[in-house]
């Protein structure tokens, strides 16, 4: 199966990782994550998968972070709420990701996308 790569095409790490995967031969399957964000299920099978905190998965450059105050809210948060907060918005969820059947890669860091290979 295809990995399935969610981005966002005005970001510029995104279109980086994306050359990356042209470059290496990499096929996979495109998905916009502002259009189609993930889902709380989608999220509570990726999170284990990237053996990462569910905090990892924040964009926290991002403008709707910021907006919403998230680095002081989120502390006070259960992950239940956190996965919700990120299904309900594409834009604070990290980008780029992979994701494959056994592990899911959150941001672009080449080195950790060898594993892809």
Known sequence: MKPLFLQYP????????????????????????VEENPTVE??????????LPVKKFF?????????????EKLPAMSEEEQIGLLASNGKLVKRPLVV???????GFKADEWEKLK
Not at 64 to 71: I, M
Not at 100 to 106: A, C, G, N, R, S
């Open 59 to 71: 964009n926290t450059s991002g403008l709707v972070y910021k907006e919403l105050n998230l680095k």
């Open 10 to 33: 005005a970001c510029s790490t995104c279109r980086k990782a994306e050359k990356w995967l042209i470059e290496n031969k990499i096929a996979y399957t495109s998905r916009l994550i």
């Open 100 to 106: 494959t059947d056994t592990f899911v890669l959150v």
């Open 42 to 51: 989608e999220l509570k099978a990726w999170i284990p998968l990237s053996g």
